[in-house]
């Protein structure tokens, strides 16, 4: 995931992009149940986002609903993973999830513990402050020291500003991950598929 584009969204958080602007340097800090609906206000953006690109992956969800407590409450709840917060003017306008993965014990994977950023999101009207880089270097430090030798993530193509970002700090493609719709055939059934070798 990414950084949210749409900016028309600063009035569900109190804070005009004039007073965004004007603000004094954000804070980074992590983030604690406390911070639960201002954190689903910003990923409610991000997600919105992703419906509107991929409506056959994402559902607009109302807003705050697509990340439930129980489930904001496990990540915070786990050593190995973490929600960092941006704020300006005591303002959250940002968030990163950071997961420590070790790979699974198989002969073919070297064992060394791996991060991934599982979500990330920026208000466009507090873009352009390095909000974004600080976020993503608060979650290499952080992933490091826990052991972390590298750090993945996954973007969308549409999602370019995040690209960017990535790109900007020495992120590269290792992989692509490709997609297809499945449909079966006129005449064939789902039963049919078991025959199929």
């Not at 958080?13 to 201002?38: F, K």
């Not at 991929?54 to 786990?78: C, K, M, T």
């Not at 973007?155 to 719709?181: E, R, T």
Request: charged residues 20%.
């Amino acid at each position: 995931m990414g950084l949210a584009p749409d900016c028309s969204y600063s009035a569900h958080l109190g804070l005009s992009a004039e007073e965004i602007m004007s603000s004094e340097p954000y804070l980074i800090r992590p983030a604690v149940i406390e911070d639960y609906d201002n954190l689903c206000k910003i990923m409610h953006i991000v997600d919105r986002y992703h419906a509107e690109q991929h409506p056959e992956r994402f559902r607009s969800v109302s807003e705050g609903r697509a990340w439930s407590l129980d489930y904001i409450q496990g990540i915070l709840d786990n050593p190995n993973n973490q929600i960092f917060l941006a704020e300006l003017a005591a303002t959250p306008v940002g968030y990163i999830v950071v997961f420590v993965i070790d790979p699974p014990e198989l002969p073919i994977f070297i064992q060394d513990r791996f991060a991934s950023i599982e979500n990330l999101g920026v208000l466009t009207q507090a873009r352009r402050l390095g909000i974004g880089k600080a976020l993503m270097k608060t979650a290499e430090r952080w992933a490091a020291r826990h052991g972390a030798k590298r750090i993945d993530l996954s973007v969308y193509l549409f999602n370019q500003p995040a690209i960017d970002l990535y790109d900007a700090l020495g992120y590269v493609a290792v992989s692509q991950k490709m997609s297809k719709p499945v449909e079966l055939e006129n005449n064939a059934s789902i039963s049919d598929a078991g025959a199929i070798e």
